[in-house]
């Protein structure tokens, strides 16, 4: 079993930055890839970013230039760092972590942006 608690959501403004992190359970080298999703009222799901076990990463052209994500082994858990926050980023952030083909989520936390 796996869990993943996110954490550093939150109210920002325009043009701002956050920070969230996701706290797994278990060892992090035990997952094939790890990463964010966002999802916003009425909208599908989109892939925020995502890290591979071998420090692969890829971004969602939508954050693409503002966010970084990254991985500390020692704590166990997976950053984002997000910056210069526009209006039509807020949506619940959730990370997730892969085992095989199977992956877990976290329960997601909230980004807000307003002036």
């Known amino acids: 079993q796996v869990q993943l608690v996110e954490s550093g959501g939150g109210l920002v403004q325009p043009g701002g930055s956050l920070r969230l992190s996701c706290a797994a359970s278990?060892?992090?080298?035990?997952?094939?890839?790890m990463g964010w999703y966002r999802q916003a009222p009425g909208k599908s799901r989109e892939l925020v970013a995502s890290i591979s076990s071998g420090g692969s990463t890829n971004y969602g052209d939508s954050v693409k230039g503002r966010l970084t994500i990254a991985r500390d082994g020692d704590k166990n858990t997976l950053y984002q760092q997000m910056n210069s926050l526009k209006f039509e980023d807020p949506a619940v952030y959730s990370c997730y972590a892969s085992i095989g083909i199977v992956p877990y989520w976290g329960q997601g936390t909230q980004i807000t942006v307003s002036s």
């Open positions: 278990r060892s992090i080298s035990d997952f094939r890839a």
